[in-house]
């Protein structure tokens, strides 16, 4: 969580504008359009791909998402308390978004991946009991853009070297906040032995992140687009998961447990 600083003195926002979008900058106007038009863009296609109503309103005006570019990197770091590895950050209930000024990362990965958590969370609702992997997952996905294939083969590794953790244990995911620990995880082996799995801090997190993609891909390039679109409004419409699988993916498979099977299986080809 972060509140957009007030800048020092002698130093005011400018705004740049867009219909669901407004940047705050200091300096860097270029800059500052470029994210304006990316991240309209972004909206459009995210907005179309999980089924958000069209004409929703619910982002003009005064709802518009706030993004702040600080003039660089130490200033943003500095202004928003963010560790040093990150090139944005998002506040998701105040509907913030904040970079610095030539951050190419931000543009191409961060400011798509905040946007997609962004729009899923405002369609499916906060009250909903949605598994993080799924709203990170879509956050992945278009994070990740052409690299999808790239996250099938590393989890088909993961998965050969029987590291993968459990659909419970990234449906209940948490950051770890202490960074020295080992953690252990109660897996299954690819001959469904009970296993233990001792991991640092970043192999769970990494492995978190990477089954998140792999899930959100695996349910969208087998079972099609539309039938992913439909499952999102199902969630929206206040089904559970386990109803919404059932309703949409019931001739594959019946709940969560039946989509874990069927991935471990696609994962083991
Ligand atoms: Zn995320």
Known sequence: MF??????????WHTVKSDHFVVF????????????????????????DIGYPR??????????????LYPDKPDYLRNTSSPEWTEGLADYKN????????????????LPHEIAHLIFRDFVGFENDIPLWLDEGIAQWWTSGNKNRIIQVVAKQLYARDAI?????ISNFEIPKIRQFRYVEKVRTK?????ILILTPEQLINTFYLQSASLVDFMRRRYGQ???TRFCRELRDGKS???AIQSVYGDYFQDLYGLERTWREYLAN
């Open 3 to 12: 509140m957009p600083a007030k800048p020092a003195l002698a130093q005011v």
């Open 25 to 48: 900058y200091q300096e860097g106007e270029c800059f500052a359009q470029k994210v304006a038009d990316k991240a309209e863009r972004y909206y459009q296609s995210i907005a179309y």
């Open 55 to 68: 004409y929703s309103k619910f982002w003009i005006w005064e709802n518009r998402v706030k993004i702040y």
């Open 95 to 110: 509907r913030c978004i904040a970079s610095y000024v030539g951050s190419e990362s931000f543009t191409e990965n961060v």
């Open 165 to 169: 953790l459990s659909i419970d244990d």
């Open 191 to 195: 001959d469904n032995e009970p296993a």
């Open 226 to 228: 539309d039938r992913f």
């Open 241 to 243: 998961i386990d109803k």
